[in-house]
Every structure is written in C-alpha cells, then in structure tokens.
C-alpha cells in the first residue's frame, strides 16, 4: 500500500521554480524526520534536505539558499520548495520518512530542469 504520495514535479526552465509535496498516511505514527533525497541518472542517490520533529533542518551545499524544506505537522506534509533551479537539479525526487517502527520511500517524482 502506497504510505507516502509525492507531486509537485514537471519541466522547468532554469532559473525557475517548483514546490514538491510529500503527503505522509494518516497511519505512520511517531514521525521523528521527514527529508527529500534525489537521484540523477548513472549516479548515486543523494540527500538534497531534511527536517526533524523539532523543525531542525539540513540542506545539501548544492541547494543550500536555493530550496528550502518545511513541514505541516497537522497535514503529515513535507514540501520542498525549490527555487533558482539548475540544469543539475534534474532527478527523480524521493520522499523519505524515519518513524517508531520502520522508513519508507516515495514513489518518486521528476524534476528536469532544461530549456
């Protein structure tokens, strides 16, 4: 069963912007960490951005003053607003969510950034 839904993704011209959302199941309880990772093509995957329970976050030097994470607990909800967009941002985007029990992923969602 699909545990977190992920949109917000498309085509954009560099320089441009996009909101990614992550919406967590009303049946993952105890979220400690929520974070976006992404994987380009013929390369590992990488951390892009997270943010903890206490609304700590962390970001990849790469995106660092470029995207910015932010959550609404009342909505199990990540998003990832991603601004001044580069050709190198283009991935496929993965949610990522730490709670009690287990982790789950994201089915995905790609971001290509071209003109």
């Known amino acids: 069963q699909v545990q977190l839904v992920e949109s917000g993704g498309g085509l954009v011209q560099p320089g441009g912007s996009l909101r990614l959302s992550c919406v967590a199941s009303?049946?993952?309880?105890?979220?400690?960490?929520m974070g976006w990772y992404r994987q380009a093509p013929g390369k590992q995957r990488e951390l892009v951005a997270g943010?903890?329970?206490?609304?700590?976050?962390n970001y990849a030097d790469s995106v660092k003053g470029r995207f910015t994470i932010f959550r609404d607990n009342a909505q199990n909800t990540v998003y990832l607003q991603m601004n001044g967009l580069k050709p190198e941002d283009t991935a496929v985007y993965y949610c990522?969510?730490?709670?009690?029990?287990?982790?789950?992923w994201g089915q995905g969602t790609q971001v290509t950034v071209s003109s």
């Open positions: 990522y969510v730490v709670a009690t029990f287990r982790n789950y």
């Open positions: 943010i903890t329970s206490g609304d700590s976050t």
């Open positions: 009303r049946n993952i309880f105890n979220i400690d960490y």
